[in-house]
């Protein structure tokens, strides 16, 4: 006879069967599934321009933060230059078909191998960046963590002024954006100018895009260690604006982004397997 007693039982039981039925049909979304959204390349500035640039740029944040105002750095006596920077249309040396650049930086020695017939524009820009000293107290002021390492813009305005729109044109590209290769920024088609980016990560995407790599990175321990701590540039993050940095150099970034890291110098270290003195 079935009396209260085995009515309630059934009834636990038949909670129980439910409860473990939906255990088994249902779960939360994990990370993994579905399409990962990829990270397009930021939009940022770049001789006072919106610029799509081969430094592929974090996703934007619903609210993103408000940077704080930029302190203005006091003016600094102007250090003499090299008559070479202030000069670029003398440097237009056709690159060896392949050489080696050493870059002392504030996290250890960089060396970067370029291939001339992998980008010969941008290859021989390098080479004649590296020839005249450029790369001296030059900030890697975008890094972005998994994506890729920018630097470029001179600490001297004065340079800025006269190398920032001293553009060449663009090379096809035929080799991929993978870790470790090194790639000119952009701020359109034909606009490759003194910037460039060390790519941390698988960014093929970009190679559409027409970034075309010019040279790889030996070994990317020093590259792995740059400060990543201020993130995407302003106005969309907390890091430097391109803007100022152009208008006031390094004088503007040591006072607000302290923990930057540098390249101290760079030189040609080795020509078609030769060293050079």
């Given at each position: 006879m079935q009396g209260p007693l085995f009515s309630a039982a059934m009834n636990r039981v038949v909670v129980i069967c439910a409860v473990v039925a939906v255990s088994f049909s249902c779960r939360a979304p994990e990370p993994n599934d579905g399409v990962r959204r990829e990270r397009a390349p930021a939009r940022t500035e770049m001789n006072g321009v919106a610029e799509a640039q081969a430094r592929p740029a974090q996703r934007r944040q619903a609210n993103p933060p408000t940077p704080e105002p930029a302190k203005q750095p006091p003016a600094q006596p102007r250090a003499q230059l090299d008559p070479a920077l202030l000069n670029p249309s003398a440097a237009n040396d056709t690159a060896p078909a392949r050489y080696s650049v050493h870059l002392d930086t504030t996290k250890g020695p960089i060396v970067i191998d370029v291939t001339r017939s992998w980008a010969p524009k941008g290859a021989d820009r390098f080479?004649?960046?590296?020839?005249?000293?450029?790369?001296?107290?030059?900030?890697?002021?975008?890094?972005?963590?998994?994506?890729?390492?920018?630097?470029?813009?001179?600490?001297?305005?004065?340079?800025?002024?006269?190398?920032?729109n001293r553009t060449i044109q663009?090379?096809?590209?035929?080799?991929?954006?993978?870790?470790?290769?090194?790639?000119?920024?952009?701020?359109?088609?034909?606009?490759?100018?003194?910037?460039?980016?060390?790519?941390?990560g698988d960014n093929q995407r970009l190679d559409g895009m027409g970034f075309a790599p010019f040279g790889r990175v030996r070994d990317m321990a020093a590259v792995d260690r740059l400060h990543d701590g201020y993130g995407e540039g302003a106005p969309r993050g907390r890091g430097p604006s391109q803007g100022d940095m152009n208008r006031m150099?390094?004088?503007?970034?040591?006072?607000?982004?302290?923990?930057?890291?540098?390249?101290?110098?760079?030189?040609?270290?080795?020509?078609?397997?030769?060293?050079?003195?």
């Open positions: 080479y004649n960046l590296v020839k005249i000293g450029y790369f001296t107290d030059v900030a890697f002021f975008r890094v972005l963590t998994g994506f890729m390492a920018q630097a470029g813009i001179h600490g001297d305005p004065r340079v800025n002024r006269l190398w920032t663009d090379d096809p590209v035929t080799q991929h954006n993978t870790r470790g290769m090194v790639t000119f920024a952009t701020a359109g088609p034909n606009t490759r100018a003194n910037q460039f980016f060390i790519n941390y150099g390094n004088t503007y970034l040591r006072a607000n982004f302290p923990e930057l890291d540098y390249i101290q110098s760079g030189r040609i270290l080795e020509e078609n397997g030769q060293p050079v003195q």
